[in-house]
């Protein structure tokens, strides 16, 4: 069993925004949020128990299953590389939804189903295949669900081989799916130039106000928020979340898993980055971080880990369709522990899980 780099360090390594360090991660969000902040979070103690989530997370252990999926060559949809799981707890059960590619790299997304978190039974049939003109010859990629009230809202990227477009759907038994198209089909990412692209939606399972809360993007992290949860309003790429700070996310970030609201009651984001060979980090190389946003402020990251949590060590992650990534995308609570899912050099599925010390 091996730790992932950095995280030994991780409860000390924390930063505003602006890089000035802090000393704790609560201590740190509330000094850069303001007193409003702080009765905020003290106000939320009820709402989001003790235990429920901690900022920092971790640190999480790889597991000695990993892979935990690998493509499947009896399945067409399947046969190449799976990567970028998501997952939810529903009925004392884990369902992981995960990005396949056949030989053709078109993108399909399956379901899979655990008892324990490590070993999955798949279906032998994807549940999001591209049918629309934003998802041919692509696919649909990159999947993120959150369970709210009974329906089940997917976050994924239909991609037509020239745009990436964030597109919603949503089910009420995570098979059958209805798609409501593009959510911002004109926006673009500053790093893709003047044509439409947008991507990685995470959305706040919890509501802020009466709002729910998005976060997207891959230059930086950007927001959105809706009423009810299909429609959504964005000041686009003008007003970021968080930028890149440091040398393993000098190149881009990307949300991951949806956000979680801590014991405290702020929002943590647990997400993506892209080093541009800075700092003693490979170039290219993906590793995933958190950050803490201020739920006064929903649009403002106000603290973030100095250094990744999850890198990538292994051979599958260091080899394979693209080398040196791990890419988080799902995050869950089942059974007293954190199971952290992810795609390795996007080929195969992994999982790190984090057993928090019980209190007393």
């Known amino acids: 069993m091996e730790r992932s780099e950095g995280t030994a360090r991780g409860r000390r390594d924390l930063l505003k ?7 704790a991660a609560f201590a740190g969000s509330l000094a850069s949020a303001g007193p409003a902040a702080a009765e905020q979070a003290a106000s939320s103690s009820e709402r989001f128990p003790r235990g429920a989530a901690t900022f920092p997370m971790g640190p999480f252990t790889k597991s000695d299953a990993n892979p935990i999926l690998r493509p499947e060559p009896a399945h067409d949809w399947e046969s190449a590389y799976l990567y970028n799981p998501c997952a939810v707890v529903v009925g004392g059960r884990i369902a992981l939804l995960y990005r396949a590619q056949n030989v053709r790299k078109t993108s399909s997304i399956g379901l899979a189903w655990s008892d324990d978190g490590i070993t999955f039974r798949r279906r032998a049939e994807p549940v999001l295949s591209p049918s629309e003109p934003y998802e041919l010859p692509g696919g649909c990629e990159d999947p993120r669900v959150v369970h709210i009230g009974d329906t089940f809202y997917l976050t994924y990227t239909g991609y037509d081989g020239t745009s990436a477009l964030l597109c919603l759907a949503t089910s009420k038994d995570l098979v059958h799916w209805t798609k409501h198209g593009p959510l911002f089909p004109e926006l673009h990412d500053p790093i893709h130039g003047d044509k439409p692209w947008n991507k990685a939606g995470a959305i706040l399972a919890t509501p802020v106000d009466g709002t729910y809360w998005m976060y997207f993007g891959e230059s930086n992290v950007f927001w959105a928020r809706s009423k009810d949860l299909v429609h959504w309003e964005t000041v686009g790429n003008e007003d970021p979340v968080a930028r890149p700070v440091h040398p393993w996310e000098g190149s881009l970030i990307e949300p991951g898993p949806p956000p979680l609201r801590t014991d405290d009651g702020h929002i943590l984001l647990v997400y993506n980055a892209r080093s541009d060979g800075k700092g003693g980090y490979t170039k290219g190389q993906y590793s995933t971080g958190q950050l803490l946003i201020d739920p006064a402020d929903p649009t403002k990251a106000v603290a973030r880990l100095e250094r990744p949590f999850l890198v990538p060590t292994s051979a599958d992650e260091q080899d394979g369709q ?13 059974r007293d522990a954190w199971f952290l899912y992810y795609g390795m050099a996007d080929s195969v599925l992994g999982v790190a899980v984090w057993r928090p010390a019980r209190e007393g």
């Open 322 to 334: 693209v080398n040196h990534v791990v890419f988080t995308e799902g995050l869950v609570h089942f």
């Open 17 to 23: 925004v602006s890089a000035t360090a802090v000393g």
